[in-house]
């Protein structure tokens, strides 16, 4: 992006303009690209994941608008902007309507840190982890203020549940981030990325056993931070209504709902910048535009797979209760955090370099892991045909 | 480049883009001002009373105490980490007695029974 806009103040349209508003006006547009981005994915992931439960589950999902409701996203969205948007007479109006603002800048300064690619960054901070951490805490505000501005029971422990949440499960998410740290000496998420390798035995989920534990308490915790099931218990439907957004409708409720689902993508692309090697791929040609989109390539196909895993468990599993969502993250995950810390330290200090034998084994390990769970799906698919002939499109 | 001065730009941006599209569904939508639509949606009963004054059970302070306090812990071991190649086997030390430290202050919060949800 630097190169970009060097190129364009030196030759392109903007030259001559003083150098920093040239910068801006490139950084804005970036900006705005990404914003579009951000709403196209949101949007796709929105239909996309209602079809992918509605296969898991036997249904049909939304088929009508566009080829196999390809386009129910834009349909919803339009109609959203089409509501009329009613704010309560007793609710606290400023804070009623300034809650999705909050709630969407938490969750786009998330975005204008993920790497899409070398270079293809809004702002690379060089305290890139604790910056996503910290700014994401933006969303709890925001949440909290729908909650409480609502003058609602419902969106008041809504609220509140999901404030408690997010606080807790951030705990075990930001130790579990330590164990990836303490290899790579930054903060910075290109660093990180940097300091992996395209193969799969470089990435740092494979180096050694800590990271690997690593992986999956921050998968988990990014889940819990998320609000998805099974830790939605914030808007949890069958007991809260809607949890903080019941009083919300139209374009507003659609905002809480855009970062819901932008937010789901950022678990993905945290993981993979962290742990599955970002974007990193073989440096296969000289082509800069070429190598940039495939690397963007290769690091959304990543972080979508995890997105699709995030769906996978929505379908499958049910929600927990309250109490056990709170056991589960600090008489669990903190504990284990902790001592997985303490072994990822120990590692480092163990073997400066990296230990190759180990994290071949590790590689190996997950293809086996991988491997029997295929072969489970494939036996219970193969037990379920009888039950699973009746056809919904038929 | 500063990156922080991009951060603000797209913060910036991101909240005029929001402002814009609920100045658009304003524009568009309906505005019928209703007397049962604006009030507060308690699954079609009446409102009962505000929450202004509600009680609300504690344990949701003290979750949010708890978590003031690790989370501050976990802010200290990030630069620690950064800088932990370099110190070796002392850093590795020191920071098993802040762990420890830690560790025994949540072994005594999961005693006296602050964990406990119900």
């Known amino acids: 992006m630097q190169q970009f806009a060097d190129y364009l103040l030196d030759e392109g349209i903007l030259a001559g303009l003083p150098k920093s508003l040239g ?26 994941e209602r079809r992918v439960w509605a296969r898991i589950q036997s249904r049909v999902g939304p088929n009508r608008v566009g080829p196999q409701g390809a386009i129910q996203w834009l349909a919803d969205g339009i109609k959203n902007i089409m509501k009329e948007d009613i704010v309560p007479t007793a609710a606290d109006k400023p804070l009623f309507k300034a809650a999705p603002y909050l709630a969407m800048i938490g969750f786009f300064g998330a975005w204008a840190c993920v790497p899409f690619g070398d270079g293809l960054i809004i702002a690379d901070l060089n305290v890139g982890v604790l910056y996503i951490t910290a700014v994401t805490g933006l ?7 729908a909650g409480w501005s609502s003058n609602n029971k419902w969106a008041l422990l809504g609220g509140m549940r999901s404030a408690a949440q997010i606080v807790s499960y951030e705990i075990p998410a930001a130790i579990a981030v330590n164990a990836v740290i303490v290899l ?29 534990v690593a992986f999956f308490i921050f998968f988990v915790a990014l889940l819990a931070e998320g609000n998805r099931t099974p830790f939605d218990l914030p808007e949890a439907e069958s007991e809260l209504v809607a949890g903080a957004f019941t009083e919300y409708s139209g374009l507003r409720s659609l905002l809480f709902f855009l970062v819901e689902w932008g937010n789901l993508y950022i678990i993905g692309a945290l993981c993979t910048s962290l742990f599955l090697g970002g974007w990193q791929t073989p440096h296969f040609t000289d082509n800069g535009f ?10 959304f196909l990543k972080s979508y ?10 379908a499958t599993l049910p929600r927990v209760r309250v109490d056990q969502l709170m056991s589960l993250c600090w008489k669990y ?24 034998p180990a994290r071949l084994g590790m590689f190996l390990f997950g293809i086996m892991v991988t491997i029997y769970f295929l072969m489970r799906v494939a036996f219970h698919l193969r037990r379920a045909r009888p039950e699973m002939s009746w056809n919904p499109i038929a | 480049m500063n990156p922080y ?36 949606f308690e699954t079609g009963n009446p409102p ?28 200290f071991m990030y630069p620690w980490a950064v800088v932990f190649r370099r110190l070796g086997w002392m850093g590795l030390g020191e920071m098993a007695v802040f762990v420890a430290v830690l560790a025994v202050g949540l072994a005594y919060v999961w005693r006296v029974g602050a964990l406990e949800w119900d």
């Open chain 2, 5 to 40: 001065i991009a951060l603000l730009i797209s913060f910036a941006l991101c909240a005029i883009v929001a402002g814009i599209m609920c100045g658009a569904s304003w524009l568009l939508g309906p505005k019928v001002e209703n007397k049962a639509k604006s009030e507060i």
């Open chain 1, 23 to 48: 910068y801006a006006l490139v950084i804005a547009f970036f900006a705005f690209v990404l914003l579009n981005f951000i709403m196209l994915v949101a949007g796709v992931t929105s239909w996309l």
């Open chain 1, 139 to 145: 969303v709890v505000v925001g949440i909290l203020m």
């Open chain 1, 333 to 356: 995950l903190v504990p284990i955090s902790f001592v997985n810390l303490l072994g990822a330290m120990l590692w480092v200090v163990a073997f400066p370099h990296g230990f190759l």
């Open chain 1, 184 to 212: 790579t000496g930054t903060l910075s998420m290109q660093g990180i990325i940097r300091a992996q390798g395209w193969a799969p035995w470089n990435w740092f989920l494979f180096d050694n056993p800590f990271t690997f």
């Open chain 1, 305 to 314: 797979f995890l997105v699709f895993v995030a769906m996978w468990i929505r």
């Open chain 1, 290 to 299: 070429v190598l940039g989109l495939v690397q963007f390539v290769v690091f």
């Open chain 2, 48 to 75: 009962l009373g505000s929450i202004r004054g509600i009680r609300f059970p504690v344990k949701f302070y003290l979750t949010a105490i708890l978590f003031v306090v690790f989370d501050i812990e976990v802010v």
